[in-house]
């Protein structure tokens, strides 16, 4: 299919008249006509929604991500964007580009979505996971399986609708697909140049986007602000703006004891044990209260700017419900909430192992211990720096560092030797909320928000405690970035029965509209 | 096959004569016509030892495990052994049991070996577990495969024979039967009354060993000393007695974090990590320098007997060559060496589990981290009195201790929750080697040892590191024991290639021709 312009914001675009104002159906606004169109065509969106989420999209089935990519491009050029899809190598998923020009606009938005998913067994699901199931509520709620609606029959907005990538992240696609038809029927011309940047390999580790972000340069350079259309709403349900993920590196510590493993009887009291050794290692390195007491640990820590501090303040308490759920009488760092924990680097044990355990635990010293950690970053944390702390640690507590096992000669001559394997890692990203563009951002959702949700229920979150590469943006590009999540907090992401919930499918286009209205910016 | 007399020696036995002297041909020792009799019939001992070596003797191999010990049974007959197989349920490998009473004997020695060996995975050996194939020396130092020696041909002591308990256990049944035979055919009267005890569910755990004891008691109820022909020699290749063994106790540890593994990310940093609360906790156990930090530990600890004092001064040091072997640097508790340290209990962890580590490590703060702990303990130390001071310091540390994983109820009770699974123990064994029966049988096997390996070379070590029932003997049954190896120091017990050298045959029928010629008790 080719490129021809079908629609009156393509042939707008393709003119460039300068300074030309949107002019909507009998003076409604954008959300207004939105929400009108939501409202008249809610069985189609959903029924279309389902078409999509019936792609397999795991990015290493190379021929499935791409029918997936294609039909996402097909349906942009349906709605006016001019829409092609970007490659690299034979095997990469292609990113699905677009952009909507719009004359005489002051802002360009780069909007992100990524539409592969995570791979899914199908032995774990109740429906199979590109088989999309429409339920009456929640299954955790009784709700049942219902046919997909017929045009003219009310929605329900706590349906919900079960299948892969439901909530992660096909869900701001099948939101975003309506809101441009409603635009386009209605003849709302967005405020801004819009362009669409849908990666296809996020789930697999997101490999080559910085390969893309810089052989698409050209495509992307004039983007004022990126939005990342992903993640869930806040666990209290509140829809939410967040401004930074953390960095991530980590590294894989073995310790050694003999060269072979030893009959615990024999040798016990004697035979340096590798298991004892790491618990002391691991013992030094973090107080009981989650301090971490590696040295200059926290000294590279970026202090948060006055909104930053604001907007933590103002965050629901929701850490004593989560520790409800989670069987926990205490939490690191208390009485500072996860929120405030989320700000601060963390080093985390994520995984210990020596000899056996359980039923095939033998009479033995073992001959190495070996323990994986993880260790979050937040803005300011250089990943090498920290892992070096780390290291310096480990060397301090009187340790030969090596980076193979050590030969007999090595044995030989240092009483502690660490394996140190690092991990790739990268740092983190945090946009400031002060950026004129993000204070702009945050207007449109609180509109959204305080439309759907109702007054206030807009959470603003400083930073994500997870990691993703928006380094490549905030740093790489030195463009500020919005997360604005729509999906609702328990859609079971990466999980069997992934699902969105109607009423968030629904915020999205209210959200969608609200972002792509927002007023000019007065260019001084 | 009845037990019909058939030798002198039956014969005397069913007599009862009192004070009825040895009479050796041609006026010679025991020690020296068992010399002369493996001089002149070295060929065809090793021969039917390898025959005896070709029976599958895996406890649990019911059928096999008997024909092995029928195979005993009618060989002591053959040598004029009242014998017989004692038997418990279907199933339970029997004890062949044997007897032979000297008139005017003042005591009676107890004999036991365990005739079952470890299992053996043909793919990890040179030759068929069961195919017993000489050597001309051992493998690593370049022997080659050779036939079994004819009648008459000259026995090179440095051959080694391998097969699946060639060195534990069956050695010391190779050597017996000849002894036995040299002093049938050369009219030796052994000085003490012997009771031959052999075990076949050794390597299986000695299940029904107490229950073989208490079932049987009225036939060992005479014994004075019991001699365990087990174990190989000291480390320096020197011959050894030992007068103690370990007991053994132990427990799994596991802690709990969040009721479900969290995603490291959004949780690092805030809720507790099971694996650095295992750390702490065990850190808290040990110093670095392998002393025990629990309350009571060394409490309990007999102290050594004078006697024991002089052997542990006088015993070969062998450290130094040990570590190297071993790529040890440092070890736990030195200057103190091995010797010493197992004279101690020992806390040594065994194994760790947490998560995943290397490729399966996945980016979470697992649910649970789990420690095995191993136990060793000294004469003094009660297995469940030890478990109970290590359970004692985990509360100390703040751990409510459960035995089942903790529900929700017990979760939101307590902060910090330790499973504790007690595996099952037994007491350490140590006979004092100032008792009169044990200090004749250290000069009976000082003989020997001087014979074989050349003056002062019999090494008394006070205890061995490892665990045997052998509680059930000093303590259940209140009688001085002595264990009284004879297999090479590698001889690969438990591992594949397993194998005796021949000098280590030929100095067991020395030192069996010594003991059961020991002078004669004056009974005051």
Not at 23 to 44: C, F, K
Not at 237 to 265: A, K, N
Not at 369 to 374: D, E, K, P, R, W
Not at 427 to 448: G, L, N, W, Y
Request: charged share 25%; glycine share 8%; net charge negative.
């Amino acid at each position: 299919m080719t490129s021809t312009p079908r629609s009156p914001l393509v042939a707008l675009a393709a003119c460039t008249v300068a300074l030309l104002v949107a002019a909507p159906l009998a003076g409604q606004s954008g959300p207004e006509i939105a929400r009108a169109w939501r409202d008249a065509h809610g069985p189609g969106i959903i029924r279309d929604y389902a078409e999509f989420l019936s792609y397999p999209n795991n990015a290493s089935d190379t021929e499935s991500i791409r029918r997936t990519a294609t039909w996402i491009r097909d349906r942009l050029r349906g709605e006016g964007v001019e829409s092609e899809l970007l490659e690299l190598d034979d095997g990469v998923p292609p990113i699905v580009y677009g952009r909507l020009d719009v004359p005489g606009a002051t802002r360009t938005l780069g909007l992100y979505v990524h539409y592969d998913g995570q791979p899914a067994d199908p032995t774990n699901w109740t429906h199979a996971p590109w088989e999309p199931t429409l339920y009456s509520a929640a299954m955790e709620a009784g709700g049942t399986v219902r046919p997909l609606p017929r045009d003219g029959e009310a929605v329900d907005p706590e349906w919900r609708i079960y299948a892969r990538s439901a909530g992660d992240d096909k869900a701001p696609i099948g939101a975003l697909l309506p809101v441009l038809e409603a635009f386009k029927e209605g003849g709302v011309i967005p405020t801004s140049n819009l362009v669409f940047f849908f990666e296809g390999e996020e789930e697999a580790g997101s490999d080559h986007l910085g390969e893309y972000l810089d052989r698409y340069r050209d495509r992307i350079d004039d983007i004022d602000v990126w939005l990342f259309f992903d993640g869930p709403a806040h666990q209290s349900g509140r829809p939410q703006l967040t401004f930074g993920v953390r960095g991530v590196t980590g590294m894989e510590v073995t310790v050694y004891g003999p060269v072979r493993p030893l009959h615990s009887g024999h040798y016990g009291n004697w035979a340096p044990v590798p298991g004892q050794m790491l618990a002391q290692l691991l013992a030094s390195m973090k107080d009981e209260q989650g301090k971490v007491l590696i040295d200059g640990f926290y000294d590279t820590v970026e202090p948060l700017g006055p909104e930053e501090q604001a907007a933590l303040e103002a965050l629901p308490d929701y850490d004593e419900e989560l520790k409800r759920e989670l069987g926990l009488m205490w939490t690191e760092g208390e009485p500072q909430t996860l929120a405030e924990r989320l700000l601060l680097p963390s080093l985390t044990v994520r995984g210990l192992s020596s000899g056996n355990t359980g039923k095939l635990a033998r009479n033995v010293i073992p001959a190495t211990a070996t323990a994986t950690l993880g260790i979050r970053l937040v803005k300011g944390n250089d990943p090498e720096h920290m892992a070096d702390l780390v290291e310096a640690h480990i060397r301090a507590q009187g340790y030969h560092v090596v980076r193979e096992d050590p030969d007999m000669a090595t044995r030989l001559t240092y009483p502690k030797i660490a394996k140190v394997a690092r991990g790739n890692g990268y740092p983190a990203a945090r946009t400031s909320m002060d950026d004129p563009f993000v204070q702009e951002v945050i207007s449109a959702a609180r509109a959204a928000a305080d439309q759907a949700f109702g007054d206030n229920s807009l959470v603003l979150t400083p930073a994500l405690g997870g990691s993703l590469p928006l380094y490549l943006f905030s740093d790489g590009l030195h463009k500020p970035f919005v997360n604005v999540p729509i999906a609702n907090h328990d859609d079971n992401q990466h999980a069997p029965d992934e699902n969105l919930r109607v009423a968030n499918l629904w915020y999205a286009i209210e959200l969608y509209a609200q972002l792509l209205t927002m007023p000019r910016k007065v260019v001084p």
